[in-house]
């Protein structure tokens, strides 16, 4: 079992930004695509941004296309999410994933993905 540490929530003013960080203690961090997702009360849970292995490929979703950016260093076992022009219909636990094997074109569905963090509260004020 993997586990993911995110770090960098907070409370931010509408237009703010915020840089998440996801700590992963595996070995293999760099064969894996890592994403987040995010959960506002009363709602599922949704895809944000995800980051291919090697980092060549990104995909977000609409909703924060433009405003956040997914990265990762392998050499630090990190996968990171700048969020920029925050709204407030931003707000929800973020957390961080580690997509499972062969998965990579179900990227924006949680089953597609094998270990997650605790998440991290991100409140967006007007």
């Known amino acids: 079992q993997v586990q993911l540490v995110e770090s960098g929530g907070g409370l931010v003013q509408a237009g703010g930004s915020l840089r998440l960080s996801c700590a992963a203690s595996?070995?293999?961090?760099?064969?894996?695509?890592w994403g987040w997702f995010r959960q506002a009360p009363g709602k599922e849970r949704e895809f944000v941004a995800v980051?291919?292995?090697?980092?060549?490929?990104?995909y977000y979703a609409d909703s924060v296309k433009g405003r956040f950016t997914i990265s990762r260093d392998n050499a630090k076992n990190t996968v990171f999410l700048q969020m920029n022009s925050l709204k407030p219909e931003d707000t929800a636990v973020y957390y961080c994933a580690r997509q499972g094997p062969g998965g990579w074109y179900l990227f924006s569905r949680p089953t597609s993905y094998d270990n997650w963090g605790q998440g991290t509260q991100v409140t967006v004020s007007l």
């Open positions: 595996t070995l293999t961090f760099s064969s894996y695509a």
């Open positions: 980051i291919k292995w090697s980092g060549s490929s990104t």
